[in-house]
Every structure is written in C-alpha cells, then in structure tokens.
C-alpha cells in the first residue's frame, strides 16, 4: 500500500480529523518497522565463516589439561587445571577457566594456531585464602599465566607448553585430560 492509498483509505471513511491522523501514523509506523526489519538482518555468512575459522583453529587446545610443572621441572604439588573452551562467550571471546592450588580461576584468550600465539586476558579468580605456600605457587601460577605469549603442541596432543613473553624462559607444561 502506498500513500496515495492511505489518503484514499481516509476519504472513503470520512472520518474525523484526529481518526484519520490516528490510521496515517499506524500505516506510516508499520512501514518505518519493516523497513528497520529489513535493515536488520544477521551476520553474514563471511562473519559466521571467520568466527567458525576462529574456533576451528583453537581446536587442539580445546579440553581439560592437567598441569605438571614450570619450566623448572619441579612436579607441582597442586591439582591444577586449565580448561580451553571451544565455544565463544555471548559476547564472542573464547574462554579458559580451571583450578589453581587454591582458587577458581576464569579469563578470555586469543589462540592463533598458524603462529602458535596465545594471549590470555581478563585473568580472574575466586579469593578464598590457603597456606603462605600454595598462595605463593598460585601468584607464581597467575603471573606467568596472564603472560603467555605462546603455546606449542607435543606428543601427539598430549602435552601443552604455555610460554611466557618477559618473564625469562619460564615455561607452563600440562598434560591433556580431555
């Protein structure tokens, strides 16, 4: 229906002033709300394939790890996991959380498997309080943690390296679970 029909809708009704208004502005509205609708479509299909490209290439760090020592080969005393997941948030950021020698921990990261590159931001955590040493362990734990620059795969998937950037050589070394 076009404008022309609107006005031939309010003579042929002879209506008052203020109805006709009323059915004009109801017309005008529903065709400013299909044209929002029509503006309004989702991502595109490139946008699904690069967030799809994204996730698939995190894929080999997707799962549950276990971790085993620093790069001082010290085997920790600590049941400490890391989880990689493979979904993105609502917000579309991938997701890490695990366990630390006290404490529940949970950050967004950006893996790009071509470069082996990892950034881990937005480090969190619960705030119960431990022993002096595993409280220690844990600092140690977040700081190098917050400061991986980059990963490496080994053993058939089975070991992960997380390498930190600034803070010497020191290294993360975990086993996969799942």
Known sequence: MNLIGVFSII??????????????????????LFMMG???????VDADAQ????LSANANLTGTWKFKHFGDKAESPYEVT???????????KLMLSGRSSVN??????????????????????TRMAGSPEAMQFEQRY?????????YEI?????????????????????????
């Not at 890391?82 to 609502?90: I, P, R, V």
């Open 51 to 54: 967030k799809s490209e994204r």
């Open 82 to 92: 890391l989880e990689f997941k493979g979904q993105a948030d609502e917000n579309g």
């Open 154 to 178: 080994k053993d058939g998937g089975q070991t992960l390296i997380i390498m930190t950037n600034g803070l010497s050589s020191t290294g993360l070394y975990y086993e996969r679970v799942k």
């Open 38 to 44: 029509i503006a309004c479509q989702p991502e595109s």
């Open 11 to 32: 003579d042929s009704t002879r209506c008052n002033e203020g109805v006709a208004m009323k059915k004009v502005f109801l017309v005008l509205s529903l065709g400013l």
């Open 142 to 150: 977040f700081e190098l943690l917050k400061n991986a620059a980059s």
């Open 104 to 125: 529940h921990y949970f950050a967004a990261y950006q893996a790009d498997a071509s470069k082996n590159k990892l950034n881990i931001a937005d480090l969190g955590s």
